[in-house]
């Protein structure tokens, strides 16, 4: 059942709060960097989601603590964990106790993040190897529609089995 948010954009039966990201990702406080589930699109093989930069975030107070700035590796960290809970979202039917990151290329770093700021995150499949749980995405970040980094990168799923 297709959903519109205030500003038109839309939800589908796929998005999810803080609270079903929590059942899906085993990261924790600090290291949940996730906040909501905007979007999942499986034909299109797409998902969005928001991570709200707080001033309270642990890493502002040695990076910088004269100008605070979002560490781009967790950044790059923000979209796997995107990239994670598009799989385990799209995908129910794989099983896996985890989802981990194998590599990342083609990183850059156009913007800094900094409190205050919603960072927009943007995945997209562009391969996936299903039955050995591999999967290669390209994802962006972005801060009032201007990037602030974007990457290549390929998670691999461990089975449950």
Do not use: W
Request: aromatic share 8%; hydrophobic share 45%; glycine share 6%.
């Amino acid at each position: 059942m297709e959903k519109l948010m205030e500003d038109g954009k839309r939800i589908n039966d796929l998005s999810l709060d803080i609270e079903g990201i929590l059942k899906l990702l085993p990261h924790r406080y600090p290291f949940l960097l996730v906040d909501r589930l905007v979007s999942l699109d499986r034909e299109q093989r797409h998902a969005q989601a928001q991570k709200m930069v707080t001033v309270n975030e642990p890493y502002f107070e040695g990076h910088f603590p004269a100008q605070r700035v979002m560490p781009g590796v967790l950044q790059m960290e923000a979209l796997a964990q995107l990239g994670a809970l598009y799989v385990l979202r799209a995908y129910p039917e794989v099983k896996t106790k985890a989802i981990y990151l194998m590599s990342m290329d083609n990183c850059r770093f156009r913007k800094t993040v900094i409190p205050g700021s919603v960072l927009d995150l943007n995945v997209s499949m562009v391969h996936e190897r299903r039955a050995r749980l591999i999967f290669k995405f390209k994802g962006v970040a972005s801060v009032n529609g201007e990037v602030a980094s974007e990457a290549d990168f390929t998670a691999m799923g461990v089975s449950a089995d």
